[in-house]
């Protein structure tokens, strides 16, 4: 099994290496670097696709929802009063949660050592 110091979560919320926890695992806000500038692990495994912004989707949006029900139902502010506090509020939720479910499920690629799957007769890039 893959060696890790920390916790996949702790590596995640930092944007850390999921295999050393020390180097960065972004080379930007949300463009994953090419290798970690710690330990040297190579990047290229890394896919999480679409599993993050879906994860986003389902539980900012629930909780955004959530709370502008509550909000409008509790205290009937106006309705630019609303969208100015939770405008805002939902944009930066979302880019917090994306950035840590895109390096949780970066990380977890690498802790299972999860790959692309292969058709019957490629063979597996480790098989002669």
């Given at each position: 099994?893959?060696?890790?110091?920390?916790?996949?979560?702790?590596?995640?919320?930092?944007?850390?290496?999921p295999?050393?926890g020390?180097?960065?695992?972004?080379?930007?806000?949300?463009?994953?670097?090419?290798?970690c500038?710690?330990?040297?692990?190579?990047?290229?495994?890394?896919?999480?696709?679409?599993?993050p912004?879906?994860?986003?989707?389902?539980?900012?949006?629930?909780?955004?929802?959530?709370?502008?029900?509550?909000?409008?139902?509790?205290?009937?502010?106006?309705?630019?009063?609303?969208?100015?506090?939770?405008?805002?509020?939902?944009?930066?939720?979302c880019?917090?949660?994306?950035?840590?479910?895109?390096?949780?499920?970066?990380?977890?690629?690498?802790?299972?050592?999860a790959?692309?799957?292969?058709?019957?007769?490629?063979?597996h890039?480790?098989?002669?």
């Open positions: 099994m893959a060696e890790q110091t920390g916790s996949l979560w702790k590596t995640a919320l930092r944007g850390r290496c295999r050393c020390e180097g960065r695992l972004y080379d930007g806000f949300l463009q994953v670097a090419d290798h500038d710690h330990c040297g692990l190579d990047y290229g495994f890394a896919d999480s696709g679409d599993g912004a879906v994860f986003v989707i389902m539980i900012v949006g629930f909780l955004a929802t959530g709370g502008v029900l509550y909000t409008e139902f509790t205290y009937e502010p106006p309705l630019w009063l609303l969208v100015s506090i939770w405008g805002p509020l939902t944009v930066i939720l880019l917090s949660f994306l950035y840590w479910l895109k390096g949780a499920l970066i990380g977890q690629q690498y802790l299972t050592k790959e692309q799957g292969q058709r019957e007769g490629q063979g890039k480790d098989q002669g």
